[in-house]
Every structure is written in structure tokens, then in C-alpha cells.
């Protein structure tokens, strides 16, 4: 539909994958294409965990399906944010291409469809971006998926060489109500200063929206920070087990070699791709530039990797866009866990004469969730994840 424009939501690792792929399994009756997606992506993320060294392997529960490997590392304590994005990646695109294939009528023109996606959550918009219809989409996925899981992967080691965990994975990322961005970097200047605390076991701001922010940084420096009531309020942890964000940390990686954009199966899979649709910087509040599949995986990966998460620029840069759109309605329409879309609808209806339509995501039933052990799967109550900035 011409008069029409939607933007497409995509949350991160820091919400309940493993609810909402539970599920989705237990009720959503995947459509064809989505049960084709989650085998090959099965298959495709248990080969490259086969060719991992012994050691990296003992961290993962063996398994024989997706659905397999949801409910086993969910009930581990030991995490690994490589099989966090992953996860969280292939929930993404199994519910696109289901929601594709059985509402097609939502479907809006390349031009008039825009995506946000919050860290880890990129991948699988940039994926969706870069094809034009769902059968082509499934090979990008499938090699996409592996994307997210490596440069996961490449966050969980630094993470472990820098705070081995003993027994439990502890959270890497605290929520901060109320602070001022300023404020927080000149606290913990002082904090480090004064702690002798070397760069690399630093916290630093990860992420900031109008009424929060994240310090990330290794648990126990997010410990004495907490003792020493540095902020002067109460913490909430949210199950992010790596540094994302960290500019101080990741400033000189390989992108294309954490990624392996010059394996043969990466090239054919992007050979015949580009980007369709516009996908909004988390990060600057402007839409990616980059025109080609390649550039734009390698920038996704750099904002989720160096840059700080500015939540209120995103939201900033898709008003305005908003604001210009010709037509008469926009849908808002959320993939995999998020809790951006009431906040994004609220904003464009009271700064737009639009006709606003949110399209909410299946309700995850108490039958889809197991006991919740460690951190993982956590229903995301923090207040960061309340107003739609959870992702580190």
C-alpha cells in the first residue's frame, strides 16, 4: 500500500528469547517456510559449534533441534552471549517469516518500510533489509544467524579473560534510573581514579535513554560500584553476560575476520543482495548509508560492538521520518521479544496527524516458560527494557 508506512522493531538479548521461542514453538504452528528457516539455522548454528575446540564445546549443551537447544541453555548457569544472539537472532526472523507468510495484507512497499534495532537485534533487521521477498531471505538468514553468534562469541571470550565465571554466569550490564550521562562518566572517572582499577576492568555508559542508563562493565567492578552506592541508586541487572558497547574494549577488532565475511558461503549467500530498506543507527539516529550487504553487516556489528546505544536518537531519527511521510497510516510492527512498540507508536501519534496501528506479538503462556535458572529468560522488567532501551 502506497499510503502506507510501518517500521519494523527488533529488540535484544537482554528480553525473554527463550519464552517467546518456546512459544512459539508450543502454539504458534510455524508456517512452512518458518519450520524450513529453523531447521537449516538448527543445522547450520549445531556444525559451527561442532568445529569449535573442546573446550568452547563443553560450555554449550549437545543438542539435536533449535527447540532442544532453547530449553538446554536455558536451564544452565554458565552463559555464553555468542548462543544469546543467536538465539535471539533466529527468533527474530522465524517470527518475520511466519508473520510474512500469514499476514501478507502489512506488507509495505522497500521504500516505505523502515527497521529499528536495538545492538544484537540489528542483524536480523539488516538480514530482512537486503532481500526482496521471504523465499530469498532464508540463505542470508541462515548465514546471519552465524554472524550474530560469532561476534557474540568473540564478546563472551574477551568476557571470560577478563572475569572467568565461577559456577554462574553473572550479568555484565546495570540499569541506572535518573542519571544524566555527564553525571555518570564523571562518577566513574572518579571511582576508577581513586580504586586503581586498570582500563581494561573500567565500567563504562553503554547505553542511554531519556530516563536511564546502562553501566556496563565486569561484575565485580559493577559489585563495587553498587557497595559503594557510587550513583546513589538502586542497580537493576540485566541478563547481558559480555561487553557490548565498548569502544575502550573492541576499539581495534577484525570485523570481517570476527565475522567471516570472506568465507565462501558468506560471499554467495550476500552475492546477490543489497540493502531495500532504510534501518535506523541506534547509535547516531540517522539511517545507515551503507549500500551494499557486506558494509552494512560490518557496521551493524561495529555499533554493537564499539558504539554507545542512544536510544532517544533512535527514536528521534523515526519521528522525523514519520513526520514526513506522506500517506495516512503507519504500522508498528515488533519481532521476537521488545518492548519498543508502545513507546514508538506513542511518540509518533502525539507528534504526527498518522492513523498509528500496532501489531502485538503472541502473549508467551505460562506453559512456555520452565523455572527460570540463572539469568537467562528473565521477563524483563527492568525500567530500561519498560521504555524500549534494554539492549546492550
Known sequence: MADMMSYLLFGDQSLDTHGFLAEFYRSGNPSTLAKTFLDQAGQALREEIDGLGKLERSKLPTFLSLRQLNERYHAQGIKHPGVDSALLCITQLAHYIDRAEKEPQDAAPHDHTFFMGLCT??????????????????????????????????????????????????????????LKESDAKEALTNFHESNYIPIASQAYVSAVSASSLAISGPPATL???EDQNVFGVKPTAIPVYGPYHASHLHGTADIEKILRLNDPKVVEALAKSKPRSAIMSGTKGIWFAETDTKSLIKAVAHECLVDVLQFQKGIEGCIETARDFEGSTCLVIP???????????????????????VRLGPRIQRESINSPIGNHGSSGKCKLAIVGMAGR
Not at 531471505?137 to 552465524?146: E, K
Not at 519481532?335 to 501519534?349: F, Q
Open 121 to 178: 537485534g540489528l542483524f536480523a533487521a539488516a538480514a530482512i533489509a537486503s532481500t526482496p521477498s521471504v523465499s530469498t531471505l532464508i540463505p542470508i538468514a541462515v548465514q546471519v544467524v552465524l554472524m550474530a553468534f560469532r561476534t557474540g562469541s568473540h564478546v563472551g571470550s574477551l568476557a571470560e579473560r577478563l572475569s572467568p565465571p565461577v559456577g554462574q554466569s553473572e550479568p555484565w550490564t546495570h540499569i541506572l534510573p535518573g
Open 335 to 357: 519481532y521476537g521479544p521488545t518492548h519498543n512498540a508502545e513507546t514508538l507508536s506513542k511518540m509518533i501519534k502525539d507528534r504526527t496527524q498518522l492513523d498509528v496501528q
Open 223 to 225: 559489585r563495587a560500584l
